[in-house]
């Protein structure tokens, strides 16, 4: 599955160039001196164009951390929506930056808001990026790691398509459902079909279920190539089931699920067992 230009377009919004104020444009372009001396000559901070769309998340879209914190501090709202759902932290998760993200949870960004048909949340924006930090703030911030949107499925569906292997695994370490469906297809499918050997024994790692049929019936297997290292990789893991004790980790962390990493801080095991669960060690 690939994100399409008309659907991505729905994300990141960047609003229409016929009605955006001088706000907006100094907000979008970085120009922090300006932006303070049209908020002090009395702009409001929360104009909206036909879209929705505010100077902040114009800020938001384009990584503009220094604007973002001029609009916040004399008020623009954090959570206000665009015409197609997406909330300021929706759109600095989409630019990857780290920076607008961090100041809005700050002024109460909401990390879960509700879905829509055209807006992913926060975190599945972070997952299409491909940025890990981004990615790890939204998880301990509390984003679901299970959202699911009626295009891309679950954050590690959208995260595993993209080939972004650092915020998949962030995702599971966090215990995200490895084998979660998004249209008959798991993860695994995913990387197999890009022949991404690495993804691939990451997911299997976790628990990624080999034998995994599609709505065609198809394997993981099936969609690779006879011969390639991805059909090797595949065909080894087939052929040798993990053993007992990488079977009982990854029990233990599909019962514990989310709360895996909070629950073993509390628990009094050796430094090395607890990197083994982690799946740091």
Not at 51 to 70: F, G, K, S, V, Y
Not at 189 to 206: K, S
């Amino acid at each position: 599955m690939e994100v399409t230009a008309a659907r991505r377009s729905f994300l990141c919004d960047i609003g229409s160039w016929a009605d955006r104020t001088a706000l907006h444009e100094a907000a979008s372009q970085g120009r922090a001196l300006q932006l303070k001396q049209l908020i002090e000559s009395g702009a409001s901070v929360n104009m909206v164009t036909v879209d929705n769309i505010t100077p902040l998340h114009e800020a938001c879209i384009q990584a503009r951390p220094n604007c973002a914190r001029l609009l916040l501090e004399a008020g623009a709202q954090v959570d206000i929506r665009t015409i197609h759902g997406s909330t300021p932290l929706c759109n600095a998760c989409a630019a990857g930056s780290l920076e607008c993200a961090q100041l809005l949870l700050e002024y109460g960004a909401t990390v879960n808001p509700s879905l829509t048909a055209l807006t992913a949340s926060p975190l599945h924006e972070a997952c299409i990026q491909g940025n890990a930090e981004v990615v790890r703030l939204m998880i301990t911030s509390g984003a679901k790691l299970e959202a699911f949107d009626v295009h891309f499925g679950p954050p590690l569906h959208i995260a595993s398509v993209k080939g972004h292997v650092e915020c998949v695994k962030e995702l599971l370490i966090a215990g995200a459902n490895v084998n979660s469906v998004n249209f008959h297809e798991t993860s695994l499918h995913h990387a197999a079909r890009a022949h991404m050997v690495d993804m691939i024994e990451l997911l299997v790692e976790f628990g990624a279920n080999v034998y995994a049929s599609d709505s065609l019936g198809k394997k993981p297997l099936d969609y690779t190539t006879p011969a390639s290292p991805s059909y090797a990789c595949l065909q080894f893991y087939e052929s040798n089931p993990l053993n007992l004790q990488q079977l009982c980790r990854i029990v233990l962390r599909r019962m514990l699920g989310t709360k895996a990493s909070e629950v073993m801080d509390q628990l009094n095991i050796s430094r090395r067992i607890y990197d083994y669960l982690q799946f740091s060690g």
